[in-house]
């Protein structure tokens, strides 16, 4: 027999049993023998634990006194091993009294398994959020779920019946036959499909459709329809791209825009033969406002240049912001240069007038670089970093205008790139060197410092003129390391020259503005003249008053804690920049040194005479001392010392000398008291 039998006297001692009686309660074979009673048979499997937890007598008592009623029953028991089983006892009676009882084990395993498949793929179908369509082999609709209801609002009997086709359009150019075909080929389908609601509305669905074979014919018999309403997820994905396409602040596409629609407009310009400008615009004094006014004033600032931006482009021009205050403009199918012209003089035009922006009114101007493709290059990239290029030609040129883009202009680029590449290592290498020009009293020609000038020494140009080098440090941000470099070994030069004799005098070291806006700065000073050992009175920094005019109120902080710590401090080549009376007398600082500009003519230039004459009257009704830079002549000398100049420097007295000259020259002229 297939099921398990046992049968038990009326003592309830075993009598007789089978192989499926011990499989169903997992009995050793040698621990089964005739007339062993049920509570030892029984306490097998409860030892085991197969009936629960807890005193394992008790548990057998219970269950041989259950049995010891003789009474029919029948359950469902699902053993440890994962077997399940319907189990039936049925009592015998002779003469109606209990002889005994007969149990049967039918392994119910798989029936059960196969009910609950069947249960939890009713679930499945019922709840699931996908919608599922069941048709014929001719895609006609045999079922459907709630789900499905939902998504198109029709109910299953509007649809049963009727072909999927009448639900869903396919993709433009796919005709039902070739889809269809493409089913009974490849068994499955997977893609993006329009749904029509019953209110005439589409959505987009995430679509599978499944093949069901007929296992006799192995020809379709029916398919399997899975729909899911991905219009979130298309709308999110739209956010997205939007996000990832276009500038947070202002709207305006963003560079992986730009690079798109310029993969975009190209071939399609090749083709036809059209010409495309790219417009490069940076605005002027931007940084100032932004550092002095705060971002939010400079981020309404780029949103309403943004906007005039946008008004004066034709709808087929392109507008985006690259970041900061950086902005691009393409101008596709112009027929000649001169018409990005006319536009660049129309963004001109249109940042002229004043910006309000909360509560400040703000004045800004473009400075506009213009590449033309392909006269000016064969690809985006190239475009793109020619008008970039031109743009700083705009800037030099003295901002507020366009430039377009010229061969030479790549070559100083080039070159500027080659500088900054070289720059980066000039430290490491030990390539940079000081030189030091000696500064000396007006009256009696006695030194009173030097400054220290730098110098670079590259092992195969030679040397490099700070002219061509310095810019680029300050343009790249190097200018911070060189200039950290540069104050070390000026402090400690000096020091050096102390301890070897030297009277002790003035070392003076230039400061960038980019030094100068470092919140550290002054952490800076303090370390190279703690590690140097040179006195704090001995340093002089030298500022450009157009550093200390970007920001004067934060200036006027940092300059305050450097004269705390005792240095001395200067403004450098004063009168070349823009400087307010009003903050000039709230600086902290000890001397201005006229520019080397304005002595060079003060011979024969009566204005230039005028501008320093009256520097060094403005200096000392201020308290201030005077040195005037670039002396070359006797009769510059004369004319500074007869006005009142405190101290001098250039060439007439002494050129700039290396380390070991600077000392020997100072050393014979005054010597260490």
């Known amino acids: 027999m297939p099921q398990g039998i046992s049968v038990f006297d009326e003592q ?109 793929a009713q679930k499945v179908y019922t709840h ?24 198109t609002g029709y109910e299953a009997f509007e649809l049963l019946g009727q072909t999927v086709y009448g639900l869903i359009t396919l993709d433009e150019g796919q005709t039902q036959d070739a889809f269809e075909r493409d089913l009974v080929l490849q068994s499955s389908w997977q893609g993006e499909l329009e749904i029509t609601r019953k209110n005439g509305d589409n959505f987009p669905a995430g679509t599978r459709v499944n093949r069901v074979d007929d296992p006799q014919s192995g020809m379709p018999a029916h398919y399997v329809w899975i729909l899911a309403d991905i219009t979130e997820r298309k709308q999110s994905e739209e956010r997205m791209r939007h996000i990832a396409q276009h500038d947070a602040l202002t709207g305006l596409p963003n560079r992986m825009a730009l690079l798109m629609r310029l993969a975009q407009l190209l071939p399609e310009a090749r083709r036809h033969g059209w010409k495309i400008a790219m417009m490069f615009l940076d605005l002027d004094r931007f940084k100032i406002i932004n550092d002095t006014l705060g971002h939010q004033v400079g981020d309404e600032l780029l949103r309403e240049v943004a906007c005039r931006l946008s008004a004066v482009v034709r709808e087929t021009d392109f507008v985006a912001r690259l970041g900061g205050d ?48 392909p006269d000016d290059g064969p690809d985006g990239d190239t475009i ?69 000038l730098l110098r670079w020494h590259h092992p195969t140009e030679g040397l490099i003129s700070p002219a061509r080098f310095i810019p680029v440090a300050e343009e790249t941000g190097i200018i911070v390391e060189i200039g ?17 004799g030297l009277k002790p005098m003035r070392m003076a070291v230039n400061v960038s503005a980019r030094q100068l806006r470092r919140r550290d700065f002054s952490e800076t000073v303090a370390n190279a003249l703690t590690l140097s050992g040179l006195p704090a009175e001995l340093l002089e920094l030298e500022i450009t008053e157009s550093s200390v005019m970007e920001n004067p109120q934060e ?66 009704s201020l308290g201030l001392k005077v040195i005037a830079e670039g002396v070359e002549t006797e009769d510059q000398l004369e004319l500074l010392r007869t006005n009142g100049c405190d101290e001098v420097q250039g060439f007439l007295m002494s050129k700039p000398l290396y380390s070991a000259a600077a000392f020997t020259f100072l050393h014979a002229r005054c010597p260490a008291e």
């Not at 029948?74 to 209990?98: C, H, K, M, V, W």
């Not at 082999?137 to 779920?145: D, K, T, V």
């Open 12 to 120: 309830l001692c075993l009598r007789v049993w089978n192989q499926g009686f011990l499989d169903a309660l997992e009995l050793p074979p040698d621990a089964v023998h005739e007339g062993i009673h049920f509570s030892d048979v029984i306490r097998i499997p409860v030892t085991r634990g197969d009936y629960g937890q807890g005193d394992h007598e008790q548990l057998v008592e219970r269950i041989t006194t259950r049995i010891g009623k003789f009474e029919a029953d029948r359950l469902e028991e699902t053993r440890p091993n994962g077997r399940s089983y319907l189990i039936q006892n049925e009592p015998l009676f002779i003469d109606q009294q209990a002889a005994g009882f007969i149990t049967t084990y039918t392994d119910i395993s798989e029936q059960r398994a196969s009910a609950e498949r069947e249960q939890l």
């Open 128 to 151: 699931t959020p996908a919608g599922i369509i069941f048709t014929d082999e001719a895609h006609r609709i045999l079922s459907i779920n709630p789900a499905t209801t939902q998504m």
């Open 326 to 373: 950086e902005f691009v403009i393409i101008l596709p199918g112009i027929s000649s240069a001169a018409d990005a012209a006319v536009v660049a003089g129309k963004a001109i035009g249109a940042l002229s007038s004043a910006i309000e922006a909360n509560g400040h009114e703000l004045h800004t101007s473009p400075s506009i670089g213009i590449s033309v493709f």
């Open 384 to 452: 793109l970093k020619n008008a970039d290029t031109a743009m700083y030609h705009a800037k030099a040129a003295g901002r507020n205008n366009f430039q377009f883009f010229a061969t030479e202009m790549n070559l100083i680029t080039s070159e500027r790139l080659s500088i900054e590449h070289k720059l980066r290592h000039a430290i490491a290498r030990n390539e940079l060197v000081l030189c030091f020009q000696p500064q000396f009293l007006a009256g009696d020609g006695e030194p009173t410092g030097v400054e220290a």
């Open 484 to 500: 950290e470099w540069v104050l070390a070994t000026a402090c400690r030069e000096m020091k050096r020259w102390i301890d070897a």
């Open 555 to 620: 200036a006027i902080l940092i300059l305050e804690r450097l004269g705390r710590m005792g240095v001395t401090l200067a403004i450098d080549d004063f009168g070349t920049g823009y400087s307010s009376l009003a903050y000039l007398k709230l600086f902290p600082i000890d001397h201005l040194k006229i520019d080397r500009s304005f002595v060079a003519d003060i011979e024969t230039d009566l204005n230039d005479r005028a501008i320093a004459f009256g520097t060094i009257a403005l200096a000392h």
